[in-house]
């Protein structure tokens, strides 16, 4: 059973800001790995580190890689062969960013190379959507990331 007594304390506090958006995190997250799942994985993690400071500010941040990982997982799930995994990252990976910048209020782009973050900017971009190259740009950010 479990006790309150015995646990850590942790205090949140969000900011609320008067507009949340969901703020869509591009950066590296295949580029410039080879294909080294440790890279891959370190990619990802800075991708996630830009998430916290994003919803202590009031937004909901998003990472194309949570939607489009689970879609990838399925179709092996579904019979679709590995040998086939490489182009079928590509049918599913930019995609799933470009359906969700639909619903996305602006992009964050993190440094370094990356032909996905780029199409994420210039879709974000066509469609009029705040594109922040910094944290603390972000509205709310500045105050929490102090």
């Known amino acids: ?73 399925s179709a092996s799930a579904n019979g679709v062969a590995a040998a086939d995994a490489g182009a079928l990252a590509g049918q599913v990976m930019y995609p799933t960013a470009a359906r969700l910048l639909q619903h996305c209020d602006a992009v964050l782009r993190l440094p370094g190379e990356s032909r996905g973050a780029d199409q994420d900017v210039a879709i974000a971009r066509e469609r009029g959507l705040p594109v922040y190259f910094a944290l603390d740009h972000i509205p709310g950010v500045e105050s929490v990331v102090a």
């Open 1 to 73: 059973m479990h006790d309150p007594s015995r646990c850590c304390t942790f205090v949140c506090i969000v900011t609320m800001v008067s507009h949340p958006m969901m703020i869509l995190i591009a950066g590296p997250y295949s580029s410039g790995t080879g294909g080294d799942e440790s890279l891959i994985a370190q990619n990802l993690a800075r991708l996630e580190k830009a998430a916290w400071p994003i919803f202590l500010a009031g937004h909901v941040p998003m990472i194309g890689e949570w939607a489009a990982l689970p879609i990838l997982a």
